[in-house]
């Protein structure tokens, strides 16, 4: 008798785990499927239900959050209030999964790990199936990219040398160079852009640190990367911060700022805001817009460029002069 009785303990227990997973995971069921899988009645399915209430009611007393389990009358079926909103939900992976691939950060074998354990952790029955089915099309059609695997290990020690305020020593290998050069930086952040990580950061020995002195480096040309443990100091009045320097540069080609100011003619004003996007436009007579921003870098002459008859570069005069020439060598190299 002891021995049924244990054996019915175990069952239920391994039961209310089996529901307890579904729904903290931000899953949904109703009773009549706990009665289909386990092959139970309502009323036990309904005492399962109301274990996961109990427990609800004791994780509240440890962690202080409030849960609760209720009914969705137009759904029919049992949520975790509160909790589901601490779960990625399959409309907000979708959208994540679609970044993913159109950034083209990662070679296809390992985009399409990093999608499955995302869908795996976030994600569960018949709203898995809609993500996956959604997303494995476009993951056919997966080009990878021609630049090297992004090394996960190298970030998270670049990461951590920015946070220690740790010097890096690294080969760097410039475009066209076959063979890294040595080189000691003070790490300052990283950011993606445009397919490819980036460190930013200042040569080491070059006294204290300055936005104006900030170098650019993509990580995927990085190899032999050590954290030597010797700290730099930071001015924190002057620190770089990673977001605002991204904000004011074009295609990773970091400069000292400067203030420019061009004339946009093109259909839509908002695609000029979304990429320059602390820059203000300001609505002129005759349609167009004077636009005006702080940038750094060269990046801001090959975006001008990109929209050709769209825009007129008014100054500073070394950008106007930069662009103007750009433009009729585009000309005499049509012409030919």
């Not at 997973?21 to 009323?43: E, K, T, Y």
């Not at 009358?73 to 509160?82: D, F, N, P």
């Not at 909103?85 to 790990?113: Q, W």
């Not at 010797?230 to 970091?254: A, D, P, V």
Request: hydrophobic share 35%; net charge neutral.
């Amino acid at each position: 008798m002891m021995e049924k009785e244990t054996d019915r303990d175990d069952r239920k227990t391994e039961r209310v785990l089996f529901l307890w997973d579904r729904l903290s995971r931000g899953g949904m069921i109703s009773r009549q499927d706990l009665v289909d899988a386990f092959g139970v009645n309502i009323r036990t399915a309904s005492r399962y239900l109301a274990e996961i209430r109990k427990y609800l009611v004791m994780k509240e007393e440890q962690d202080g959050i409030r849960r609760e389990l209720y009914y969705d009358r137009s759904l029919k079926v049992y949520r975790i209030r509160e909790l589901e909103n601490e779960m990625i939900s399959p409309c907000e992976l979708f959208a994540i999964g679609k970044i993913l691939l159109a950034s083209r950060a990662f070679h296809r074998e390992e985009l399409k790990s990093l999608l499955d354990r995302l869908l795996q952790s976030a994600v569960l029955g018949t709203d898995k199936k809609e993500v996956e089915e959604y997303i494995r099309s476009e993951l056919f059609d997966y080009r990878d990219p021609s630049h090297g695997k992004p090394d996960p290990d190298i970030l998270w020690a670049i990461a951590g040398a920015v946070r220690n305020h740790h010097v890096l020593s690294f080969d760097y290998r410039r475009q066209g160079e076959t063979e890294g050069r040595p080189h000691e930086v003070c790490p300052e952040g990283v950011l993606f852009s445009e397919y490819y990580f980036y460190m930013l950061g200042v040569p080491a020995g070059e006294g204290k640190l300055s936005e104006e002195d900030t170098r650019v480096y993509r990580v995927d040309r990085m190899s032999h990367l050590v954290d030597i443990e010797r700290t730099f100091t930071i001015n924190y009045g002057k620190r770089l911060r990673e977001g605002e320097f991204k904000n004011s540069i074009q295609y990773m080609y970091g400069g000292k700022p400067e203030h420019i100011r061009f004339i946009y003619k093109g259909p839509s004003v908002e695609a000029v805001l979304d990429r320059l996007p602390t820059a203000k436009a300001v609505l002129r007579k005759d349609g167009s817009f004077l636009i005006t921003d702080e940038v750094r870098g060269d990046g801001i002459l090959m975006w001008l460029l990109s929209q050709g008859s769209r825009v007129k570069v008014l100054s500073p005069a070394s950008l106007k002069e930069k662009w103007l020439k750009e433009a009729e060598a585009i000309c005499e190299a049509g012409r030919k």
